[in-house]
């Protein structure tokens, strides 16, 4: 059974930028969320969608969006980078978020 | 107040010890509690999870919940040097609907070395 798989592995953006990132979720589950991962703050949740519909936000500026299509597979968007942005951004995905989540390897996002 | 506060750390333990590690979380509506493990430059594991009061068990690991203390903790027994990571408290609130709207709350997580 695959895992949840993240593209790309590896990023670098420079400043004002955008950038979109991609999770493709383990078959059968409907429920993505975002999470984004820095030394200083730890893992902070972004974003959830279900069934293409987003059903729960974090604490993070406008510049960050994201998306869900039919297939349940996810994107992220950062537009107008910023330094700070700079992370692992972490996409998990359930088939029913209260039996947990399943990460994926992550996206390393470097903002230059 | 943090929502999910983990002991300080980082915590050293020798090979064949118990490592206990432990998780406080401040929202009475948590329903689901979680301990992932991630080893240095991967991502988070799923290790545990527990949703009820008591002990869950799973080989070497053992998940307690005391949702009145608001209190949750994981021991690993036999600990071995290929435990050491940094471990991960999660909790999740369903709304009054019973649905979990996908958010981990994530303490900052506690690094357990084991030596040899």
């Known amino acids: 059974k695959a895992g949840v798989t993240q593209t790309p592995r590896y990023l670098i953006k420079t400043r004002g930028q955008q950038v979109t990132l991609s999770c493709s979720p383990i078959s059968g589950h409907r429920s993505v969320s975002w999470y984004q991962q820095t030394p200083g703050q730890g893992l902070q949740f972004l974003f959830e969608?279900?069934?293409?519909?987003?059903?729960n936000k974090g604490n993070f500026p406008g510049r960050f969006s994201g998306r869900q299509f039919s297939n349940s597979r996810s994107e992220m968007n950062v537009s107008t980078l910023e330094l700070g942005d700079s992370a692992l951004y972490l996409c998990?995905?359930?088939?029913?978020?209260?039996?947990?989540?399943?990460f994926g390897s992550g996206t390393r996002l470097t903002v230059v | 107040q943090k929502e999910v506060e983990q002991n300080s750390g980082p915590l050293s333990v020798p090979e064949g010890a118990i490592a206990s590690l432990n998780c406080t979380y401040s929202?009475?509506?948590?329903?689901?509690f979680f301990w992932y493990r991630q080893y240095s430059g991967k991502s988070p594991e799923l290790i545990m999870s527990i949703y009820s009061n008591g002990d869950k068990e799973d080989g070497r690991f053992t998940a307690q919940l005391n949702k009145a203390s608001q209190y949750v903790s994981l021991l690993i027994r036999d600990s071995q040097p290929s435990d050491s990571a940094t471990y991960l408290c999660?909790?999740?609130?369903?709304?009054?609907?019973?649905?979990?709207?996908?958010?981990?709350?994530f303490g900052q997580g506690t690094i357990l070395t084991v030596h040899p």
């Open positions: 998990a995905s359930s088939f029913s978020g209260s039996l947990g989540y399943t």
């Open positions: 999660a909790v999740t609130t369903s709304n009054a609907g019973g649905t979990s709207y996908g958010k981990l709350t």
């Open positions: 969608y279900f069934s293409e519909t987003q059903r």
């Open positions: 929202d009475r509506g948590s329903q689901s």
